[in-house]
């Protein structure tokens, strides 16, 4: 297994505040990590440190996929982001395309060119969250998981080896939530590493999985 994350000492800050400090902790691929804690203990924050979308404030080592985030410049962002799949609570579609659509303007904007590449792996990515017959639909025509397994599946596009979960349950129904950390869970069978953030405990009981707990500015590692 490769570890895909490694973070040594690292502090967080928000608005020149401390969200998190102290924070060591590595992730492997083929490993499934839930990401705990109540709102505004610095879930979202560490996250979005991982995709370089907030900084890390200063740290021992911040390592994402061999990019140093210490060190990390602006130009770089890109290419480490193409390495990461992110699925978030409120889906993100364009909704004046179809399906099929969403999926090709995410492979054209990360460098794919080859029409038959991109047709290939749109179906292979619908297929692998059972959405292989819905690519001409439009997202409103789409349940919430419907929609939900359409970001996946857009999350996979790269073959990412991390692909972080941001509440991806949070606008679910309990049943349809099941689904879709089932599908996650799955992922982790292929070689992903995932990470989820959830208030849902009731889903880290019923599916396990390694946990991260974010508490009084700490990640308690458990």
């Known amino acids: 297994m490769g570890v ?21 902790f590595s992730l492997s691929t083929g490993e ?9 203990s610095g879930k979202s924050s560490l996250m979005k440190t991982m995709y370089a979308d907030v900084p890390v404030h200063s740290g021992e080592s911040a390592e994402v996929l061999d990019f140093n985030l210490l060190a ?35 492979l054209n904007a990360t460098g794919w060119n080859d029409r038959d590449a991109i047709e290939e792996r749109i179906e292979q990515v619908l297929a692998l969250v059972g959405m292989a017959n819905k690519s001409y ?43 879709i950390v089932t599908l996650l869970h799955e992922l982790v069978d292929s070689g992903h590493c995932v990470v989820m953030a959830t208030h849902n405990l009731q889903l880290v009981e019923d599916f396990p999985g390694k946990v991260l707990r974010c508490d009084s500015k700490k990640l308690i590692v458990e």
């Open 4 to 24: 895909v994350v490694d973070y040594k000492n690292v502090e967080i800050q928000r608005a020149e505040k401390c969200v998190l400090k102290d924070v060591t």
């Open 137 to 179: 639909k439009m997202p409103y025509e789409l349940s919430g998981g419907e929609q939900q397994r359409i970001v996946i599946a857009r999350a996979l596009l790269n073959k990412p080896q991390l692909i972080l979960a941001d509440e991806p349950t949070g606008n679910l129904d309990p049943q349809t939530g099941c689904q």
């Open 32 to 40: 499934f990590h839930y990401l705990v804690g109540r709102v505004g």
């Open 72 to 106: 990390i410049r602006k130009k770089q962002i890109p290419y480490l982001r193409r390495k990461i799949g992110i699925v978030f609570q409120d889906f993100q579609l364009l909704q004046d395309r179809s399906v099929s659509g969403n999926l090709k303007f995410v």
